[in-house]
């Protein structure tokens, strides 16, 4: 059987801008659940609809802050890395496969781009802007979990995980404020309800976690029903 060709964005380097950076979890993750991994660095805006005709899934994957005048706010002081060729990229690539149905997993940053590419706003720094949050980014390993998340009955994450509560590992600073059109929200924090994961209803398969599945995906317990349930989609 073809394995699905399963998109997966790449970042620009933290210490140059000459290197295109993507963890390798990612991929592994991928691999793992029966697909082949293609990385999809920024790149020119034009060519977005002839990679996506050439894909059957999309992840789009963590990083650095999206800019807030994509969602009509000013940048918070604490908003830094910004990446606008990243930004730019990863939008059209969102908008372009809603508009195609694509399936589409997106983790952490990829899960706020996903927001803001339906019109959907961020909290740009949850430590100063949610009264008693919970530490969203403490400083432990990547797979380590830090608190529980409780998943929403009768969402798409509930029957794949078939869990309504888990406990995820955190590694952000910035959160969904207001879902974007045709996003419901499927997962919250438990402690201060930050928005942990939103889907889209009647699609294919979109979904998007605040967490990072892939960070587990060499670990005894994983969240590889996640790669798993969007490469079935895309086989589909």
Not at 12 to 31: K, N, Q
Not at 91 to 102: F, H, I, N, V
Not at 170 to 196: F, M, R, Y
Request: aromatic share 6%.
């Amino acid at each position: 059987m073809r394995r699905p060709v399963v998109g997966v964005t790449a970042g620009l380097s933290e210490h140059s801008g000459e290197w295109f950076a993507l963890r390798d979890d990612y991929v592994r993750a991928v691999e793992k659940a029966g697909a082949l991994p293609l990385l999809l660095p920024p790149g020119p805006l034009e060519h977005v609809p002839d990679l996506l005709a050439r894909l059957d899934g999309l992840v789009l994957s963590g990083g650095s802050d999206l800019d807030p005048t994509h969602y009509g706010e000013e940048p918070h002081e604490t908003v830094d890395e910004v990446s606008p060729e990243r930004d730019a990229f990863e939008l059209a690539l969102s908008r372009e496969a809603l508009a195609r149905d694509l399936p589409l997993l997106a983790i952490c940053r990829g899960h706020q781009v996903l927001n803001v590419a339906t019109g959907g706003t961020l909290f740009q720094d949850i430590p100063s802007q949610i009264g008693g949050a919970l530490d969203h980014d403490p400083d432990t390993e990547r797979w380590q979990p830090a608190h529980d998340v409780r998943i929403l009955p009768g969402t798409r994450l509930r029957e794949i995980l078939g869990r309504d509560r888990i406990a995820v590992n955190s590694i952000h600073h910035q959160s969904i404020k207001t879902p974007g059109q045709g996003l419901v929200v499927s997962a919250c924090a438990v402690g201060d309800d930050v928005i942990e994961g939103v889907e889209a209803p009647g699609r294919r398969f979109v979904l998007g976690v605040q967490w990072h599945p892939e960070a587990f995906w060499d670990q005894p317990r994983d969240f590889q029903p996640l790669f798993v349930a969007l490469v079935g989609a895309s086989r589909r």
